[in-house]
């Protein structure tokens, strides 16, 4: 009778390859946004299209950048120092640090947004006097 070795368990991703992942989803996501934008703004007909165009899209890039940003510092606050005795991700004071600060920036990130897109809306809805046909000036 041959006794099988159990083979260990493995993680299917593991940190340095999500790590990996995330990095090519920073810069292809901002590049890809700010040229959605530009995009976008090329199919418009709006005086500032290049301006309100290329402000979504780095506003949207900066949401990449946002992320991987927040990835970082969680890593860092989950922390294995040894030396110091920590480990982050056994500590009460860590996880409730942890939701506030994502709550907090989650909740940050959505009134920027909502703001933007009102902003944006407006923009779209009444140009710029300075857009207005010279015709329509000089009858003033």
């Known amino acids: 009778m041959v006794k099988k070795e159990r083979e260990a368990m493995r993680e ?6 999500f790590e990996v992942g995330l990095r090519w989803l920073t ?9 959605g934008g530009l995009l ?9 299209r290049w301006l309100l165009g290329s402000l979504t ?16 510092f969680y890593l860092w606050r989950i922390r294995i120092d040894l030396d110091r005795n920590f480990v982050g991700l056994h500590r009460v004071d860590v996880l ?4 506030l ?14 703001a933007y897109g009102k902003w ?10 300075s857009a207005e046909p010279r015709a329509a000036r000089s009858e003033r």
């Not at 944006?120 to 009444?126: A, C």
């Open 120 to 129: 944006l809306r407006r923009q779209l809805s009444h140009p710029p006097s």
């Open 96 to 99: 409730v640090g942890n939701l």
């Open 101 to 114: 600060l994502f709550g907090l920036v989650g909740l940050v990130v959505g009134l920027v947004a909502s």
């Open 27 to 35: 810069v292809v996501g901002a590049i890809g946004s700010v040229a």
């Open 40 to 48: 976008w703004a090329s199919r418009q007909t709006h005086p500032s």
């Open 57 to 72: 899209g780095a506003l949207v890039a900066l949401l990449f950048v946002l992320l991987y940003g927040l990835w970082r």
């Open 12 to 17: 299917l991703v593991t940190i340095e390859a």
